[in-house]
T-cell receptor
Framework: QKEVEQNSGPLSVPEGAIASLNCTYS??????FFWYRQYSGKSPELIMS????GDKEDGRFTAQLNKASQYVSLLIRDSQPSDSATYLC???????????FGTGTSLTVIP | NAGVMQNPRHLVRRRGQEARLRCSPM?????VYWYRQLPEEGLKFMVY????????ESGMPKERFSAEFPKEGPSILRIQQVVRGDSAAYFC?????????????FGSGTRLTVV
């Protein structure tokens, strides 16, 4: 079983719509959760972090965490073509020294 | 305040050659992490180093790969006798201490191509 699983997509949404990206993780001891955006040929860029159950909003981005269901999501409101990228979910467990990354979901925002 | 600096950005090596990847952490950071991203795969942890110490190398292949972070100078990831399967993007991140709860900032990466 993978530590972090994401639907690889591709996910396509029209400009202005809400994009919803999902991630599940396998280990209940997971402590902190992150969303990274990666444009093709570039390095991952941290866009959101969340540590406790509920929602966390930052501009057009909302991260949602449900530890009971071991589920993290990222909502992008008013999607723009510039949001077209691969979104990586990452999990930091209570033990060990590494982050565990999902394989990413490819998002395309259609003008 | 420059971010994490990696060089070279692109590296082409023939099979059997050595590849040497460099990472200079952000100013004031003494902890470095190396990750590898294979095509169509997620980022995979390789090694975590502090100045002059390897803290965790559980993600490093047992052979041909080594890493160091000397007291002075950048962290080096060395791959000896490269093979086609080593072709990947290698990313480095740094932190001021062991707390990772704030997330990583990655460098721009080195894209290694083995021909």
């Amino acid at each position: 079983q993978k530590e972090v699983e994401q639907n690889s997509g591709p996910l396509s949404v029209p400009e202005g719509a809400i994009a919803s990206l999902n991630c599940t993780y396998s280990d209940r001891v997971s402590q902190s959760f992150f969303w990274y955006r990666q444009y093709s040929g570039k390095s991952p860029e941290l866009i959101m972090s969340i540590y406790s159950n509920g929602d966390k909003e930052d501009g057009r981005f909302t991260a949602q965490l449900n530890k009971a269901s071991q589920y993290v999501s990222l909502l992008i409101r008013d999607s723009q073509p510039s949001d077209s990228a691969t979104y990586l979910c990452a999990v930091n467990k209570n033990t060990g020294n590494q982050f565990y990354f999902g394989t990413g979901t490819s998002l395309t925002v259609i003008p | 305040n420059a971010g994490v600096m990696q060089n070279p950005r692109h590296l082409v090596r023939r099979r059997g050659q050595e590849a040497r990847l460099r990472c200079s952490p952000m100013k004031g950071h003494s902890h470095v992490y190396w990750y590898r991203q294979l095509p169509e795969e997620g980022l995979k942890f390789m090694v975590y180093l502090q100045k002059e110490n390897i803290i965790d190398e559980s993600g490093m292949p047992k052979e041909r790969f080594s890493a160091e972070f000397p007291k002075e100078g950048p962290s080096i990831l060395r791959i000896q006798q490269v093979v086609r399967g080593d072709s990947a993007a290698y990313f480095c991140a740094s932190s001021p201490g062991p707390d990772r709860n704030y997330g990583y900032t990655f460098g721009s990466g080195t894209r290694l191509t083995v021909v």
